[in-house]
């Protein structure tokens, strides 16, 4: 499970440097290049902290990158994979010293990943594609409203697990 979080950190790590190389931005590629190394070698040596920073290295170059003319369908993917090695190595953490067999859990948490970041993707290039304009009150309704659903959607989640 650590190498599917170690390809997933990397994949992250070259979309965000790719996104930026094309914009000329080649500070922005070198910090991205940056971070996603100092996430996999504190991955590697087991700092605990190393996962929580790297997902925020990597989702505020994301950020950045797309102020400073990164392709958002790049940023949207660098994030998503950064994403998705944060929770594919909290969940090693989690499972490593597991009694029995542990291959049909991480299949089953491996789809289930999936599932989401591919609705997350959908979600998200839908987003860069529609151009909404919304008053700010309608913003926070919805901005409300999504909280909302994503608490019912991790409280599904964890009962699924149990």
């Excluded at 089953?108 to 970041?117: E, P, V």
């Excluded at 304009?133 to 909302?148: E, H, M, W």
Aim: hydrophobic fraction near 65%; charge should be positive.
């Amino acid at each position: 499970m650590s190498r599917a979080a170690t390809l997933a950190i990397g994949l992250a790590t070259l979309l965000l440097a790719l996104g930026y190389a094309l914009a000329a931005s080649w500070p922005g590629a070198a910090a991205s290049l940056a971070i996603g190394g100092a996430w996999l070698v504190g991955l590697r040596r087991a700092w605990p902290a190393a996962g929580a920073l790297g997902l925020l290295g990597l989702a505020g170059a994301a950020a950045a990158g797309v102020a400073l003319g990164v392709a958002g369908p790049l940023a949207l993917a660098g994030v998503a994979a950064a994403l998705a090695g944060w929770d594919l190595e909290r969940f090693a953490a989690r499972i490593r010293g597991a009694s029995g067999d542990t291959a049909a859990v991480e299949r089953a948490h491996l789809r289930q990943l999936l599932g989401i970041l591919g609705a997350g993707l959908l979600l998200g290039a839908l987003a860069l594609a529609l151009r909404l304009a919304l008053s700010f009150g309608a913003a926070l309704l919805l901005a409300a409203l999504a909280i909302v659903a994503l608490g019912r959607a991790f409280r599904l989640l964890r009962r699924a697990e149990e």
